[in-house]
């Protein structure tokens, strides 16, 4: 609501206002009021939510003053709230028509015509807001701002919020919507530079805290992350989502014991979750603990028989311990419930290779392929199927068939390389050795690794060599 219509009543005199008002209109009568009080009548209802009552408001107010301009300016807002765009377009091209140089409806008439898709209209009318905004400048910026994030334009956004924020540095809904923005552009540096801006206003938003948490999480710094969910959890520590997202992080971070204590606090506050539970497995699995790891998917099991991610951690559990049958019972249960998942058939592929079922490895792998052509590890385990079948040719080809889908990986052209070198094509392997050092020079020892005779190849020594000086490697 405007700030001269509020200035004009005391919070009694507010109070009496709506009283006599809304007596007014259970008797069905008629009772005088002047356009202020109209104005915050209006006001009052749409600043609640209350739009029907704001929509009788307006009409009450306009039979009484039909060329009061506030009036319809507030109906045009109304229409806009309701999604009535033409409408409210109409109504402000009329009072345009008087008020040409109103930021207010100049602005409202840009949204409109962003709304339409008309985006000459809309940037017309956003310039000439702003070219007639003498006082808050900051917020007719804001505004324009918040226009194309209504219409999720964020890019188009942000400009005026960088302008808005250089005007006032001190505007937290500017700062805030600016951290927002560049988030959902993917600019996470961008959006933590700005959420710790507004944390250097107001501290005490345990909802930035928590923003920032997962802004910090995107771009992996996961301490970091964790640190600013634990500043939301001191202003609010029943923040169930902070919790949550906490222990995520201390996962990530590979903090596995702090990482599982604070999942199990996340379930005293919101109880019992398979999803949860899986987690905890992951934390334990990723700690070699793995009869630890087996009890908690049971357990997700128990909660939830239908959690396919369940069925499949305990299959990955039961096969590094080598239990390969019963492995495979739980990955096919995770099958029937996801069939759509790469991982899974890229997994069903390795425990049929170790089962020597050829037929149905073959087919999971290219399942898996199928599913999620662009995951290197897909091809890789894929050719090592062939290579360990001494088919070298087929794994050749199937190296050559993902750099066909363009599938970026130092590791892939490094295992292209040692199959290329074993098949004596050593002018080709050459090729795809010098692509694997200059994408990722410090795995060159994975080559002799795979294929030792590499150590005494000259063309392979002198193209490590000079990758070496490149490097600057000792």
Known sequence: MEQGAKDDYESNEIALLIERYQKMQHEERVEFFDVAEFEYIIDYYSDRGHHSHAVKAVRSGLR?????????????????????????????????????????????LGSCYNFLGESQKATYYFEEAERFAYEEKDEVLYSIGVAFIQNSEYSRAIPFFERAYQENP????????????????????????YYNKYLDLDPFSEFVWYNLGIAYNRVNDFNKAVEAYDFALALDDNYASALFNRANSLANAERFEEAIAGYEEYLKIDGESDETYCYIAECYFHQRKFKEAFDYYKKALQLNAYNAEAWYGASVVLLVEDKVPESLVFLKKAIKLEEDNADFWLTFGKVNSTLNDYEEAEQAFQKALQLDVNNPESWLSFADFYYEYDQLAMAIDTLMKAKKQHVVSATLNYRLTAYLLENGDEHLAMHYLEQALSEDFSQYHDLFDFCPKAVESEPVNRLIDKYKTINHYH
Not at 81 to 107: C, F, H, W, Y
Request: charged share 25%; aromatic share 6%; net charge negative.
């Open 64 to 108: 009484q003053h039909p060329q009061a301009i506030s009036l319809k300016v507030r109906q045009a807002r109304i229409l806009l709230t309701q999604g009535k765009v033409d409408e409210a377009r109409e109504m402000l091209e009329m009072v345009a028509g008087i008020e040409s140089s109103n930021p207010e409806i100049l602005l409202m």
């Open 170 to 193: 001190e505007n937290e809904n500017v700062i805030y919507d600016l951290a927002f923005s560049y988030d959902k552009v993917g600019e996470s540096y961008k959006c933590i530079q």
